[in-house]
């Protein structure tokens, strides 16, 4: 019988997971727009294509910092207080990310529709890189002692978060642009997809080796793996997921290319998650003062109660979201262009 | 200034910034999910075109309460380190429960409503809206949950260096917090109430699609005046509730110095904090407080004197916020009802002063609001969680000043400019009127 806090750490992990599939094409699909749309009506297009479903993701990352908080508050504490400057860019990048998506068509101006064109990409770009800095130094672990947080915002700045951070740009990227190219159909940004999806594959089988070496070395992840060889599945399936990406891009098969380079997302996140295990945030240099599921959890009530509402409602949250994702389903059209709502 | 200060500060800011945007989204909501119904039962294009021009305006200030309520979540991680740590094992449950009830629907269903004119069925459409509006109260209940237990903790015990939740039932069924619930939500129909009538106005005095307008208008008035009477009765429960639970709190807000029975409400008084008296007292209505707290013209009020000096909040800043949103309250009865009588018999553009009244009063439930919250959460002070923690022992270790002040100017600079876009988006877009 699993005990509540390892039940929580898995949900914690999955709700992480969750965002990054499905927020993480948002923010990919910011990345790529000022690349991939040449002229306003493609800018439209591609910011139409996650219309609907953009700000219903954006609510799995409320829910995983609220659980953080929630089911591991002393954890909350340490993490959001270590990754102070980063936190406060990603919200700043995401506020304005959301913004731009609301206010970019409210004005017919050039230079308004630039100005957010940027605060777009801007906002897509830094969540995406920090998110990944987040995570590769948490994978470290950080400079903790009885006193709480040790480091500075420079210490965040290292080889291995640098390059965790670089891997989730490449990784929502691709994710992002297989989303566009089952949205937009056979049109010239859909061509010029074609162009790009496979050379960004390449990119990203790349980076994702890189991590997984760079986690051998800079971290203590693989430990995990080596004491209960059944976890070797995620990483497995993590190169099972680049392969099959790779074959269905190569036959311009988007959706299956989509549904695998977020199989790939969510892998590559619970592998490092399930080498954390049972540490939230390990501590450098000494072990001891490590955050644990145990220390820095919540009472074993409020984790009851916080169980029986996840236990309702997350399958709940899911039904319709799937739904409304079905609602909306297939490439944007020239009617849902012509709605003087959509972006 | 120090970490505390500048998190204070920064705290104060954002909220404050924040709660701009959710009244006016608590309420347009349901006006907005009321006129689409309108259109679905009765097939009158005016009620769609109505629909989609307040509905614009809805989603502009949407984006923005949206966008600014993440902030105030990291924050409490980030600034409020200490505070989070004693009371995470229960302030942080409503707030999960809050993005798991209530976020998720609003902002998928919000999805919906923008883009799915054309893919579902104008009931279904219609229905989505009224999803959002049962979801934006919804959350309001969770956090208002929250801030309730902050003034009035119930169901925990100190335990393991901190505060642990013992009894959820005690946490939602709080009636402090259902109280701040009712009075919240109140208050943003009201500001909605008058938004609508504000910007009807506006219209019908240039004669712009008088109809539509006359109808807007006829809408917000009477939402506005069974809003405004209910915000000032659930306010009056409301105080009786606060005297009971945060005595200090009442003493600041009637600025009452000494500990009596019968006490009188002063329409005139100067609060003299040095000198722990009021400088002026005058015109006096017998017993008044003592009702109005105790529901008993004799009871005996504790005055701030009672209460250690490190123990009172901020005498000022709690009696004359107090004192404004009451005031402000009664003038929206006023206000609504007499244009829910002028819009009910159809005499409004004959009064074409009272319509430019409206339109000057838009600010002042919003200001009624911010005031509002001056009282709940100056009021509180010194403590964070009322008689369990102190704000000053609240604020994360390990944060710099520096840090405090890049935070702090970062989020003004985006924040005013965010504001500014706002506001020249709504005056562009109410002027602009109704599409053809």
Same mark, same amino acid.
């Given at each position: 019988?699993?005990?509540?806090?390892?039940?929580?750490?898995?949900?914690?992990?999955?709700?992480?997971?969750?965002?990054?599939?499905?927020?993480?094409?948002?923010?990919?699909?910011?990345?790529?727009?000022?690349?991939?749309?040449?002229?306003?009506?493609?800018?439209?297009?591609?910011?139409?294509?996650?219309?609907?479903?953009?700000?219903?993701?954006?609510?799995?990352?409320?829910?995983?910092?609220?659980? =953080?908080?929630?089911?591991?508050?002393?954890?909350?504490?340490?993490?959001?207080?270590?990754?102070?400057?980063?936190?406060?860019?990603?919200?700043?990048?995401?506020?304005?990310? +959301?913004?731009?998506?609301?206010?970019?068509?409210?004005?017919?101006?050039?230079?308004?529709?630039?100005?957010?064109?940027?605060?777009?990409?801007?906002?897509?770009?830094?969540?995406?890189?920090?998110?990944?800095?987040?995570?590769?130094?948490?994978?470290?672990?950080?400079?903790?002692?009885?006193?709480?947080?040790?480091?500075?915002?420079?210490?965040?700045?290292?080889?291995?978060?640098?390059?965790?951070?670089?891997?989730?740009?490449?990784?929502?990227?691709?994710?992002?642009?297989?989303?566009?190219?089952?949205?937009?159909?056979?049109?010239?940004?859909?061509?010029?997809?074609?162009?790009?999806?496979?050379?960004?594959?390449?990119?990203?089988?790349?980076?994702?080796?890189?991590?997984?070496?760079?986690?051998? !070395?800079?971290?203590?992840?693989?430990?995990?793996?080596?004491?209960?060889?059944?976890?070797?599945?995620?990483?497995?399936?993590?190169?099972?997921?680049?392969?099959?990406?790779?074959?269905?891009?190569?036959?311009?098969?988007?959706?299956?290319?989509?549904?695998?380079?977020?199989?790939?997302?969510?892998?590559?996140?619970?592998?490092?998650?399930?080498?954390?295990?049972?540490?939230?945030?390990?501590?450098?240099?000494?072990?001891?003062?490590?955050?644990?599921?145990?220390?820095?959890?919540?009472?074993?009530?409020?984790?009851?109660?916080?169980?029986?509402?996840?236990?309702?409602?997350?399958?709940?949250?899911?039904?319709?979201?799937?739904?409304?994702?079905?609602?909306?389903?297939?490439?944007?059209?020239?009617?849902?262009?012509?709605?003087?709502?959509?972006? | 200034?120090?970490?505390?200060?500048?998190?204070?500060?920064?705290?104060?800011?954002?909220?404050?910034?924040?709660?701009?945007?959710?009244?006016? =989204?608590?309420?347009?909501?349901?006006?907005?999910?009321?006129?689409?119904?309108?259109?679905?039962? =009765?097939? #009158?294009?005016?009620?769609?075109?109505?629909?989609?021009?307040?509905?614009?305006?809805?989603?502009?200030?949407?984006?923005?309460?949206?966008?600014?309520?993440?902030?105030?979540?990291?924050?409490?991680?980030?600034?409020?380190?200490?505070?989070?740590?004693?009371?995470?094992?229960?302030?942080?449950?409503?707030?999960?429960?809050?993005?798991?009830?209530?976020? !998720?629907?609003?902002?998928?269903?919000?999805?919906?409503?923008?883009?799915?004119?054309?893919?579902?069925?104008?009931?279904?459409?219609?229905?989505?809206?009224?999803?959002?509006?049962?979801?934006?109260?919804?959350?309001?209940?969770?956090?208002?949950?929250?801030?309730?237990?902050?003034?009035?903790?119930?169901?925990?015990?100190?335990?393991?260096?901190?505060?642990?939740?013992? #009894?959820?039932?005690?946490?939602?069924?709080?009636?402090?917090?259902?109280?701040?619930?009712?009075?919240?939500?109140?208050?943003?129909?009201?500001?909605?109430?008058?938004?609508?009538?504000?910007?009807?106005?506006?219209?019908?005095?240039?004669?712009?699609?008088?109809?539509?307008?006359?109808?807007?208008?006829?809408?917000?008035?009477?939402?506005?005046?069974?809003?405004?009477?209910?915000?000032?009765?659930?306010?009056?429960?409301?105080?009786?509730?606060?005297?009971?639970?945060?005595?200090?709190?009442?003493?600041?807000?009637?600025?009452?110095?000494?500990?009596?029975?019968?006490?009188?409400?002063?329409?005139?008084?100067?609060? #003299?904090?040095?000198?722990?008296?009021?400088?002026?007292?005058?015109?006096?209505?017998?017993?008044?407080?003592?009702?109005?707290?105790?529901?008993?013209?004799?009871?005996?009020?504790?005055?701030?004197? #009672?209460?250690?000096?490190?123990?009172?909040?901020?005498?000022?800043?709690?009696?004359?916020?107090?004192?404004?949103?009451?005031?402000? +309250?009664?003038?929206?009865?006023?206000?609504?009802?007499?244009?829910? !009588?002028?819009?009910?018999?159809?005499?409004?553009?004959?009064?074409?002063?009272?319509?430019?009244?409206?339109?000057?009063?838009?600010?002042?439930?919003?200001?009624?609001?911010?005031?509002?919250?001056?009282?709940?959460?100056?009021?509180?002070?010194?403590?964070?969680?009322? +008689?369990?923690?102190?704000?000053?022992?609240?604020?994360?270790?390990?944060?710099?000043?520096?840090?405090?002040?890049?935070?702090?100017?970062?989020?003004?600079?985006?924040?005013?400019?965010?504001?500014?876009?706002? !506001?020249?988006?709504?005056?562009?877009?109410?002027?602009? +009127?109704?599409?053809?």
């Amino acid at each position: 019988m699993m005990d509540y806090q390892s039940l929580w750490f898995f949900l914690w992990a999955v709700l992480w997971a969750a965002y990054f599939f499905l927020d993480g094409f948002d923010l990919g699909v910011g990345i790529l727009h000022p690349f991939l749309a040449r002229n306003d009506l493609e800018k439209r297009l591609v910011m139409n294509s996650i219309g609907p479903v953009w700000d219903g993701n954006k609510v799995w990352l409320v829910t995983a910092a609220g659980v =953080t908080f929630a089911a591991f508050p002393a954890a909350f504490v340490v993490i959001f207080s270590a990754f102070y400057f980063p936190l406060l860019l990603i919200l700043f990048g995401l506020i304005i990310r +959301g913004i731009a998506l609301e206010f970019r068509n409210k004005s017919e101006s050039r230079a308004w529709r630039r100005g957010w064109d940027l605060a777009f990409f801007l906002g897509s770009l830094t969540p995406a890189f920090l998110f990944g800095v987040i995570f590769g130094n948490l994978f470290q672990g950080l400079p903790l002692n009885d006193q709480g947080y040790q480091g500075s915002a420079a210490s965040l700045c290292n080889r291995y978060s640098l390059m965790t951070g670089l891997m989730f740009v490449v990784m929502l990227t691709v994710h992002g642009a297989h989303w566009v190219a089952v949205k937009t159909g056979d049109d010239l940004v859909g061509a010029r997809l074609g162009r790009f999806a496979p050379r960004a594959w390449v990119l990203l089988v790349v980076t994702v080796a890189l991590f997984f070496v760079n986690t051998a !070395f800079a971290t203590s992840l693989f430990a995990n793996y080596l004491d209960n060889y059944v976890l070797l599945v995620l990483p497995a399936g993590v190169m099972l997921s680049l392969l099959a990406m790779g074959m269905e891009v190569l036959k311009r098969n988007y959706r299956p290319a989509f549904f695998a380079s977020g199989a790939a997302v969510v892998l590559i996140v619970l592998t490092g998650f399930a080498g954390l295990y049972p540490l939230l945030v390990p501590a450098r240099p000494d072990a001891i003062h490590s955050l644990t599921i145990f220390n820095s959890a919540a009472s074993a009530y409020t984790l009851k109660i916080l169980t029986v509402v996840a236990v309702v409602f997350v399958p709940l949250v899911a039904a319709y979201q799937i739904w409304v994702y079905r609602i909306f389903r297939g490439p944007v059209t020239g009617e849902d262009m012509e709605n003087k709502e959509a972006y | 200034m120090d970490v505390l200060a500048l998190s204070r500060i920064q705290f104060a800011v954002t909220a404050m910034f924040h709660f701009l945007f959710v009244p006016l =989204t608590l309420g347009l909501s349901i006006l907005v999910a009321y006129m689409e119904s309108r259109y679905v039962a =009765t097939r #009158d294009g005016m009620y769609l075109r109505m629909t989609k021009f307040w509905g614009r305006l809805f989603l502009i200030n949407f984006a923005l309460g949206v966008a600014t309520g993440l902030s105030l979540q990291f924050q409490l991680g980030m600034n409020w380190g200490e505070y989070s740590r004693y009371v995470g094992d229960i302030f942080a449950v409503p707030l999960a429960i809050e993005a798991l009830l209530a976020f !998720f629907l609003e902002a998928t269903f919000i999805g919906l409503w923008i883009f799915g004119w054309k893919r579902v069925s104008p009931r279904l459409h219609a229905l989505s809206i009224w999803i959002v509006a049962l979801a934006t109260n919804m959350s309001a209940l969770w956090i208002l949950l929250a801030n309730g237990w902050m003034q009035h903790p119930v169901g925990y015990v100190l335990r393991n260096n901190r505060a642990e939740l013992t #009894d959820f039932l005690a946490l939602i069924t709080s009636g402090y917090g259902w109280l701040k619930f009712f009075h919240t939500i109140l208050a943003g129909y009201v500001v909605a109430a008058f938004f609508v009538m504000a910007i009807s106005a506006w219209h019908l005095l240039r004669k712009n699609h008088l109809p539509l307008f006359k109808e807007s208008f006829r809408i917000g008035a009477t939402f506005g005046l069974v809003s405004a009477l209910l915000v000032v009765l659930v306010g009056d429960f409301h105080g009786a509730e606060v005297g009971k639970a945060q005595p200090a709190k009442l003493a600041a807000m009637e600025s009452l110095w000494e500990t009596q029975r019968a006490v009188p409400f002063y329409l005139i008084l100067v609060p #003299d904090p040095q000198k722990e008296r009021n400088a002026l007292e005058l015109l006096g209505i017998p017993k008044m407080v003592s009702f109005l707290a105790f529901k008993d013209g004799n009871a005996e009020v504790k005055g701030l004197k #009672d209460f250690p000096r490190d123990e009172r909040p901020p005498v000022w800043a709690t009696y004359v916020g107090f004192r404004l949103m009451v005031g402000l +309250g009664g003038l929206f009865i006023l206000l609504s009802a007499l244009a829910a !009588f002028l819009s009910w018999k159809d005499l409004l553009e004959r009064y074409p002063l009272f319509l430019k009244v409206l339109l000057l009063a838009l600010p002042l439930p919003y200001l009624a609001g911010e005031l509002g919250w001056i009282v709940a959460e100056v009021g509180r002070q010194p403590w964070i969680v009322y +008689g369990v923690l102190k704000t000053s022992a609240a604020a994360s270790r390990g944060v710099s000043a520096l840090q405090a002040v890049v935070s702090l100017a970062g989020f003004m600079i985006l924040y005013g400019f965010l504001g500014a876009v706002n !506001f020249y988006l709504l005056a562009k877009y109410a002027r602009k +009127g109704p599409e053809a």
